[in-house]
C-alpha cells in the first residue's frame, strides 16, 4: 500500500494529508482514502566517537547510524541534537578540510583563551568556557528535510560536529525522524 | 469537515489529536471522533533570485510562494533549508533596513577578508571562506511556527537572507510545511 | 489503548506508525493495527518576565508552562520561537551562573556598543543595534526532543534566554510540540 503522494510540475509541492473521511474535498492535498500508512516518528540516540578538536564533516558517520529508517521516510524532517554544551553541529562545506581548518582558526581567533582571557569560569580548564561560547554560536541542533529518504542537503553541504575541548571525548546525539 | 482544535482561555494551548478511536477518554487533547483531517505535510523546493552581497529581508517573497498552501494549516511548523554553505538564513528586525546594513557591516568587521586573512582556502576567492564562516554564525535553517494559517512572527520580525559571496547568485530553499 | 511502541536494544530506535490498515508489513515500524491515538500538536504562547540585560537560565520557568502537556507525548519535538529581535534563546550550561556571566561578556566584546561603534541604525538607542545582532548570533528559536514526556537534554544543558536589550522587557515564547 503506497502513500498517495501527489507530484506536480516544478517547482512542486510534494503534499499528503491523512484523514479516515471517505470523501474529502481539500483540492490541496493527496489524501489516503482508505488504509496506507500514515505519519512516523523514529528516535535514536546515537554516539560520535571522540573527535580531536576541532570542525568535523560527519555526515557518513550519522548516516550509517539511519540510513536504514532514513529510506522510510518520502518526506519529512531530521532533527540531530547534540546533548553536551562544549561542542557543537553547524551545516557547512564538505569537501575542502580546509574550510574546516580555517573556521576552527576564526573560532580560536573570536573567542579569546588563556591569560588574557576575561572568563570568570576557569576551573574546568582554560578552554572550557570558550567552548561553551562556540557551543551557542554554531549551536547544538540542526533540521534537515527529508526528501525521498535522503536528507536534502545542497550538493556542496555537509554535517559538521564541532569539538571545541582540547580532550577528546565521546558525544551522543539524539536523533528524531517524522515523516510519511 | 472542521478538525476539532479547541481554544481555552489565554495563555491558551491550541491542541488537536488525531485517533480512530470511537471514545477517547484523553482529557487534555480535543479530538476529532470521527472523519476528519489529519495531519499534513507539504514540501517544495524555492529558488530566491540573486541577491547583491549583504542582508535582506525576503519574508514576502518566501510568502508568495507558499501562502496558498500554508493557509491550510491550523497548527504547525515551518521548516526553511537553504541550501548551500556560502549564504544564511536568520530571522530579525523587519522595518529598517540600516539594520541590515549594520549587520553585513559587524559581518565583515568580524570575519577577516584580504590579505591579512589567515584562511588556507582561498581558492575560490578572498570572499569564499569568510561566507563560509559567516553561513554557519547566522545558520541556514529556520523554524517557524505556523497559527492559523500564518508564520507566526513577531511584530518586527522579517526573515532575512544574508548572501555572504560578491558574485549573486540564486539561492535554494527547501520549505517544509508540517501540521494540521 | 497504549500507542505500540517498539523499544529495541540500545542504541534503539523507538519507532512508531500510525495506519488505518488492519494488516501492515513494514517490518521496521510498530503499527497500531485499530483503533489509537495518533499523531498530537500542541500550541501555545508564554510570557517570559522581563530579565536584567545578561544571559538567564529558564529552562524551570518554560517547563513549569509546558510540563503537563509535555507529559503527554512519547516521542516529539519541542520547538521554541522567541517572537522579537533583541533577545535570543539558546542552549548551554546549566549550573554555574559564571558561565552566562561570561557569554554576556563575549557578546559585548564582540558587538562594540557607543561611540565607538559603526552603526547607523542609534534611534533606538546605543544598545539597540548590538542586540539585533546578538540576536542573529545565537537565533530566536530552538528545537528540542521529546523523549517520554520530558525535554530529552543533556545532564549539563539547559535552556537560556538572553536579554540583550538594558531596559528589561516581557519576551513572549511560542512553544508547538508535536508527536506522539
Redo the contacts between chains.
Sequence with gaps: ?QSSVLFSSK????????????V?T?P??ATVP??????????????LPPHRRGCHLVTSQILK?IR??LS?FK???A?L?????SASL????NY?S??R???E??LN???PEGRSA????T?EGPDD?PA??K???????????I?DGKL??????GI?LCEHRDAPTAR?V?V?L???
Design positions: 500500500m517547482p512542486a509541492w510534494v503534499r499528503a494529508q491523512y484523514s479516515t473521511s471517505p474529502d481539500n490541496m492535498a482508505g488504509p496506507g500508512p500514515g505519519p512516523k516518528w523514529a528516535q535514536k540516540t546515537i554516539t547510524e536504514p529508517d522510510e518526506c519529512g524532517l532533527h541534537f547534540l546533548q553536551h554544551t553547524t551545516i557547512n562545506e575542502d580546509d574550510v581548518d580555517d573556521t582558526t576564526f581567533k573570536i573567542v576575561p572568563w570568570k569560569h576551573l568556557m561553551h561560547i557551543s551557542s554560536m554554531f549551536g547544538c541542533a540542526l533540521t534537515v528535510p526528501t536534502n542537503m545542497g550538493t556542496w553541504q559538521w551522543k539524539v528524531t517524522n515523516g510519511i
